[in-house]
C-alpha cells in the first residue's frame, strides 16, 4: 500500500523558515515525478512546487524564489525548503505525485503567525 508521511511543519513567525520532508513508501519512487501540495482554510488544494526525475523544478508564482523543492531518490524523499515565509503561506502542505496519485497522506500544517 503506497505511503506518503509529511514531516516538518511548525508555527513560524513572518519571515521565517521551514524544511518539509516527506517520505514515500511503496512506489517506484524514481519514475515519479514528485510535487508539494498545499490546502489553506475554505480553499482548494493548490500545487506549490513540483520536481522531475531528474531534478528540473516548477513553482507557482506566489511562492517563486522564497520555496525551493529537492528529492532524494536513494531515501524516496522529498524535501520543500520554505523561506521568508508570510502569513498566506499557512496551510496543510501535503507531498505526491503529479499527477496525483489517489492516496493523500495526512499531510503537515505550517502556521505562519506573529
Known amino acids: 500500500q503506497v505511503q506518503l508521511v509529511e514531516s516538518g511543519g511548525g508555527l513560524v513567525q513572518p519571515g521565517g523558515s521551514l524544511r518539509l520532508s516527506c517520505v514515500a513508501s511503496?512506489?517506484?519512487?524514481?519514475?515519479?515525478?514528485m510535487a508539494w501540495y498545499r490546502q489553506a482554510p475554505g480553499k482548494q488544494r493548490e500545487l506549490v512546487a513540483s520536481i522531475t526525475t531528474g531534478g528540473s523544478t516548477n513553482y507557482a508564482d506566489s511562492v517563486k524564489g522564497r520555496f525551493a523543492i529537492s528529492r532524494d531518490n536513494a531515501k524516496n524523499m522529498v524535501y520543500l525548503q520554505m523561506n521568508s515565509l508570510e502569513p498566506e503561506d499557512t496551510a496543510v502542505y501535503y507531498c505526491n505525485s503529479l499527477p496525483n496519485l489517489a492516496y493523500w497522506g495526512q499531510g503537515t500544517q505550517v502556521t505562519v503567525s506573529s
Open positions: 511503496e512506489i517506484s519512487f524514481g519514475i515519479y515525478r
